[in-house]
């Protein structure tokens, strides 16, 4: 059974529920478009339609989604202008090649889903310690190491709720569990874990992963909060890890600068 | 227009947003960025140089993991230092070899109360505070990915002297400084060892050094 099916997963319904009133809403936009500017904006249309369209193709950021969406719009209306010339009957066109599958997190809604994916691994992670630490699998906790794993789990849970609400905001769905290409091992990892210096040194390794793939963030996030919200839960997993170095006995900031080699990626994220 | 909204909704929302705000500082701040870092930076040598200098930190009185941590920590910094004086000079500007003016005061007249290793690491957690929430903002305000990263890689640093400086405070306070050593002795630490590390779910910024404060004039 896996370790996320005891969490509710409130985001379940979300994407058709906002999908739906996304289409209401571009539909209504349309609507406007025809009623109220159709005439004038005609020419300028004409214009912006291919750079829009290239936009559409390229969700590379965050801004160009958003400017897809409007786009859409744009291309329809561009469609819709052109109807002073007959169309090419469909059965003459060149059949077109599918398009690309749509992404449910594009641009920079992609990291943001891997932050909270991350988040939520963390919190799992933390959870399933507290179950081995009832169940005594770990022998004797200290309670220095009780206090730290519940209070590194609250602060995750608060980073994950950051992330998720921005992916709310943002109209996606958010995540309550860790679909990252990472998880799997990592709970195995966790669940060989036997001993307080075990748990604690697979803790420093997702916590220092966190941290670098934060800083790394900080350099392919284009949206400033989402820049900022990177910026400013990065000093807390590295605190973490500082705290879980000085608990292993290791020397507590080992190094002079936070890397990014095990840094996760955007393509880290196991969703379309 | 819809996509714009959401967009503003996405930007205003976040626990960053009312610390840091909109907008984004140009170029040109961030030679000043990177010079007032380095200003913090060469504080931060000159504190802990002078701390090793105490009985209690760098003398014959000093727990070996306390002069340890002091001379690394110095080390750290030294090296953070160079590293925004190097991005300084690629940028055209002029490398920052004095202190930060608004803290090295502080330091100057708290220097004379020092007394104790708790008096020493009170200073030192303020120090590396600043420099943490100063880095973390610069974050939002420099203009590249380039340093961006570098701002969020000493960020992370910083805050982990603070971490465990935060931590050996409290055994201090407690009256426990034998469990600052290595490996603790971790069945004997107090329960609180294990979260007054990080007190914040969310590094502050309300601390930050302003962009110009230490800036080459």
Same mark, same amino acid.
């Given at each position: 059974?896996?370790? /996320?099916?005891?969490?509710?997963?409130?985001?379940?319904?979300?994407?058709?529920?906002?999908?739906?009133?996304?289409?209401?809403?571009?539909?209504?936009?349309?609507?406007?478009?025809?009623?109220?500017?159709?005439?004038?904006?005609?020419?300028?249309?004409?214009?912006?339609?291919?750079?829009?369209?290239?936009?559409?193709?390229?969700?590379?950021?965050?801004? $160009?989604?958003?400017?897809?969406?409007?786009?859409?719009?744009?291309?329809?209306?561009?469609?819709?202008?052109?109807?002073?010339?007959?169309? #090419?009957?469909?059965?003459?066109?060149?059949? #077109?090649?599918?398009?690309?599958?749509?992404?449910?997190?594009?641009?920079?809604?992609?990291? !943001?889903?891997?932050? #909270?994916?991350?988040?939520?691994?963390? !919190?799992?992670?933390?959870?399933?310690?507290?179950?081995?630490?009832?169940?005594?699998?770990?022998?004797?906790?200290?309670?220095?190491?009780?206090? /730290?794993?519940?209070?590194?789990?609250?602060?995750?849970?608060?980073?994950?709720?950051?992330?998720?609400?921005?992916?709310?905001?943002?109209?996606?769905?958010?995540? $309550?569990?860790?679909?990252?290409?990472?998880?799997?091992?990592?709970?195995?990892?966790?669940?060989?874990?036997? $001993?307080?210096?075990? !748990?604690?040194?697979?803790?420093?390794?997702?916590?220092?992963?966190?941290?670098?793939?934060?800083?790394?963030?900080?350099?392919?996030?284009?949206?400033?909060?989402?820049?900022?919200?990177?910026?400013?839960?990065?000093?807390?997993?590295?605190?973490?890890?500082?705290?879980?170095?000085?608990?292993?006995?290791?020397?507590?900031?080992?190094?002079?600068?936070?890397?990014?080699?095990?840094?996760?990626?955007?393509?880290?994220?196991?969703?379309? | 227009?819809?996509?714009?909204?959401?967009?503003?909704?996405?930007?205003?929302?976040?626990?960053?947003?009312?610390?840091?705000?909109?907008? *984004?500082?140009?170029?040109?701040?961030?030679?000043?960025?990177? &010079?007032?870092?380095?200003?913090?930076?060469?504080?931060?040598?000159?504190?802990?140089?002078?701390? =090793?200098?105490?009985? @209690?930190?760098? %003398?014959?009185?000093?727990?070996?993991?306390?002069?340890? @941590?002091?001379?690394?920590?110095?080390? &750290?910094?030294?090296?953070?230092?160079?590293?925004?004086?190097?991005?300084?000079?690629?940028? %055209?500007?002029?490398?920052?070899?004095?202190?930060?003016?608004?803290?090295? +005061?502080?330091?100057? *007249?708290?220097?004379?109360?020092?007394?104790?290793?708790?008096?020493?690491?009170?200073?030192?957690?303020?120090?590396?505070?600043?420099?943490?929430?100063?880095?973390?903002?610069?974050?939002? =305000?420099?203009?590249?990915? +380039?340093?961006?990263?570098? @701002?969020?890689?000493?960020?992370?640093?910083?805050?982990?002297?603070?971490?465990? =400086? =935060?931590?050996?405070?409290?055994?201090?306070?407690?009256?426990?400084?034998?469990?600052?050593?290595?490996?603790?002795?971790?069945? +004997?630490?107090?329960?609180?060892? %294990?979260?007054?590390?990080?007190?914040?779910? @969310?590094?502050?910024?309300?601390?930050?050094?302003?962009? +110009?404060? %230490?800036?080459?004039?």
């Amino acid at each position: 059974m896996s370790i /996320f099916s005891r969490r509710a997963k409130p985001g379940g319904d979300a994407a058709m529920v906002i999908s739906e009133r996304e289409l209401s809403e571009l539909t209504r936009q349309l609507d406007e478009l025809h009623e109220s500017t159709f005439p004038p904006l005609c020419k300028g249309l004409d214009e912006l339609t291919a750079n829009l369209g290239a936009v559409v193709r390229q969700p590379s950021t965050r801004r $160009s989604f958003f400017l897809g969406a409007a786009g859409a719009v744009a291309l329809g209306a561009a469609a819709a202008c052109s109807g002073g010339q007959p169309a #090419a009957p469909a059965a003459s066109r060149t059949p #077109a090649s599918p398009p690309p599958p749509q992404e449910t997190y594009p641009g920079d809604l992609k990291m !943001v889903a891997v932050a #909270a994916a991350l988040e939520n691994l963390a !919190v799992s992670a933390y959870e399933e310690v507290l179950r081995k630490v009832g169940t005594g699998e770990l022998g004797a906790v200290p309670p220095a190491v009780a206090t /730290f794993v519940q209070t590194a789990m609250k602060q995750h849970s608060d980073h994950a709720q950051a992330w998720n609400t921005a992916l709310s905001r943002a109209g996606k769905p958010i995540l $309550s569990d860790a679909p990252l290409s990472i998880t799997q091992q990592q709970m195995a990892l966790l669940a060989a874990a036997r $001993s307080v210096p075990d !748990v604690a040194k697979f803790a420093l390794n997702l916590e220092n992963v966190a941290a670098q793939t934060y800083t790394a963030a900080t350099t392919n996030l284009s949206d400033h909060t989402a820049i900022m919200t990177a910026a400013t839960i990065q000093p807390v997993e590295t605190m973490h890890a500082a705290i879980l170095n000085f608990i292993i006995g290791e020397y507590p900031i080992p190094d002079t600068f936070i890397g990014i080699s095990t840094a996760l990626k955007p393509d880290s994220l196991a969703v379309r | 227009m819809h996509s714009k909204n959401r967009f503003r909704q996405f930007s205003a929302h976040g626990p960053a947003a009312a610390a840091t705000g909109a907008a *984004q500082g140009a170029p040109r701040d961030d030679v000043a960025a990177l &010079q007032t870092a380095a200003s913090l930076e060469n504080l931060a040598v000159q504190t802990y140089q002078m701390a =090793l200098t105490l009985p @209690f930190i760098g %003398g014959p009185q000093a727990k070996p993991e306390v002069k340890m @941590f002091a001379e690394r920590t110095m080390m &750290q910094h030294s090296e953070h230092a160079a590293a925004f004086n190097a991005a300084v000079q690629r940028l %055209g500007g002029k490398p920052q070899t004095a202190p930060d003016p608004k803290y090295a +005061e502080m330091v100057r *007249q708290a220097l004379p109360a020092i007394k104790t290793p708790d008096d020493a690491v009170g200073l030192a957690i303020t120090l590396e505070d600043v420099a943490a929430q100063t880095y973390a903002k610069d974050v939002g =305000l420099v203009s590249t990915a +380039e340093l961006r990263q570098l @701002f969020a890689s000493v960020a992370g640093v910083e805050s982990m002297h603070k971490a465990i =400086l =935060l931590t050996v405070q409290a055994l201090l306070k407690a009256n426990q400084p034998q469990l600052i050593a290595r490996p603790p002795q971790i069945a +004997e630490l107090p329960s609180s060892a %294990g979260s007054v590390g990080f007190p914040d779910a @969310f590094c502050p910024t309300a601390m930050a050094a302003p962009v +110009e404060e %230490g800036a080459v004039k």
